[in-house]
Structure formats: structure tokens, C-alpha cells
């Protein structure tokens, strides 16, 4: 008895030794009845890219009773934004500005409605060719007027050579 409890502990240490070494790889042969047999092989492995660029979105939101002062504040955020952006040598056509509005707003109080001013929005993307400079941008921003950021996405570039070659390292082993 003594014997099968030792034997039992040595394959069960021995399982996870090669567990691991090997890590997450599996080798599953098996075999099927039938019209003949297959051999399934499966493998698994994890790398991590850093990311070759970082797509920032931000918006410029405004409010307030004169159009042409909206106007001219967007215009001095929009400014304000590339001059910093060329500070951290982050090129201008890396700037694109997109889905602008301009509304009115009205509020309903006793069933009358009353002018409140105008609405002004703005969305503008920015590419960071060089994703160090993420943190330094992002915390720039808070001196812009009226400037959030709406999200920070990282991009990483040639994603189909990259599984390739985590496809080929993970059948190599």
C-alpha cells in the first residue's frame, strides 16, 4: 500500500514538473475509431507587442449666448492644441479634426420654452507616432481650455506577421 501511495506521488510530481518546464503547451495525440485515425496537436504561446503608435480622441465642448465668441474660443483651443502637439515634436497632419456641431439650447420650464444659448462641439484625432510621449500629451492637455479626452487607443502595426510569428514560435516548441 505504502508502495502505490509513493508511486502515485512521484507521477504526480513528475506531471507537474513537466507542466512547468513546458508551460501551457499541449501534445494531445489521439485516436479515433473508425475510417481511420487522426493525430491532434495543439500549442499555445503569449507574447506582448508594444504598441507602435497610440490614437488619442478628444472633443471641445462649449456653451455659452454669442456663436462668434464660441467660435473664436474653439479656434484659440484648436491652436493652443497643435502648438502644443508641435512642442512635443509630434508632426501636424497628425492632428485631424472632425464632427463639428454647433446647436442651440433650449430649456422648458412651465411649459415655456427659453433660449439658453448655443452649443458648440468639436472632435479631433490625434496619432502619437511615438507612444512614449502618451503621458506627457495627455497630461499637457489639462492646460487647453474646454480640451477632454474622449479615449486613448494603442495601435500596434502589422498584427498579421506578428500572429505569424507567434503561430510558428508556439508549433516550434
Same mark, same amino acid.
Given at each position: 500500500?505504502?508502495?502505490?501511495? *509513493?508511486?502515485?506521488? *512521484?507521477?504526480?510530481?513528475? @506531471?507537474?514538473?513537466?507542466? @512547468?518546464?513546458?508551460?501551457?503547451?499541449?501534445?494531445?495525440?489521439?485516436?479515433?475509431?473508425?475510417?481511420?485515425? =487522426?493525430?491532434?496537436?495543439?500549442?499555445?504561446?503569449?507574447?506582448? #507587442?508594444?504598441?507602435?503608435?497610440?490614437?488619442?480622441? %478628444? !472633443?471641445?465642448?462649449?456653451?455659452?449666448?454669442?456663436?462668434?465668441?464660441?467660435?473664436?474660443?474653439?479656434? *484659440?483651443?484648436?491652436?493652443?492644441?497643435?502648438? /502644443?502637439?508641435?512642442?512635443?515634436?509630434?508632426?501636424?497632419?497628425? %492632428?485631424?479634426?472632425?464632427?463639428?456641431?454647433?446647436?442651440? =439650447?433650449?430649456?422648458? /420650464?412651465?411649459?415655456? !420654452?427659453? #433660449?439658453?444659448? /448655443? $452649443?458648440?462641439?468639436?472632435?479631433?484625432?490625434?496619432? %502619437? +507616432?511615438? +507612444?512614449?510621449?502618451?503621458?506627457?500629451? =495627455?497630461?499637457?492637455?489639462?492646460?487647453?481650455?474646454?480640451?477632454?479626452?474622449?479615449?486613448?487607443? +494603442?495601435?500596434?502595426?502589422?498584427?498579421?506577421?506578428? $500572429?505569424?510569428?507567434?503561430?510558428?514560435?508556439?508549433?516550434?516548441?
Amino acid at each position: 500500500m505504502k508502495w502505490l501511495i *509513493a508511486f502515485i506521488a *512521484a507521477c504526480i510530481t513528475l @506531471i507537474a514538473i513537466v507542466y @512547468i518546464i513546458w508551460g501551457r503547451n499541449t501534445y494531445t495525440p489521439s485516436v479515433e475509431t473508425g475510417t481511420g485515425s =487522426s493525430v491532434k496537436v495543439s500549442a499555445s504561446h503569449t507574447e506582448t #507587442f508594444s504598441p507602435d503608435e497610440i490614437i488619442v480622441l %478628444l !472633443r471641445v465642448n462649449l456653451t455659452g449666448p454669442d456663436r462668434n465668441q464660441l467660435v473664436t474660443k474653439l479656434k *484659440a483651443s484648436v491652436e493652443g492644441l497643435t502648438e /502644443f502637439a508641435e512642442s512635443l515634436n509630434i508632426p501636424k497632419d497628425s %492632428l485631424v479634426i472632425s464632427d463639428f456641431s454647433l446647436d442651440k =439650447s433650449w430649456s422648458w /420650464f412651465k411649459g415655456k !420654452r427659453s #433660449f439658453n444659448g /448655443f $452649443e458648440l462641439s468639436q472632435n479631433i484625432k490625434v496619432t %502619437l +507616432p511615438d +507612444p512614449s510621449k502618451a503621458s506627457r500629451f =495627455s497630461e499637457g492637455l489639462s492646460t487647453i481650455a474646454d480640451v477632454e479626452i474622449l479615449s486613448m487607443q +494603442p495601435i500596434v502595426r502589422n498584427q498579421d506577421e506578428k $500572429e505569424n510569428q507567434i503561430l510558428k514560435t508556439a508549433t516550434q516548441k
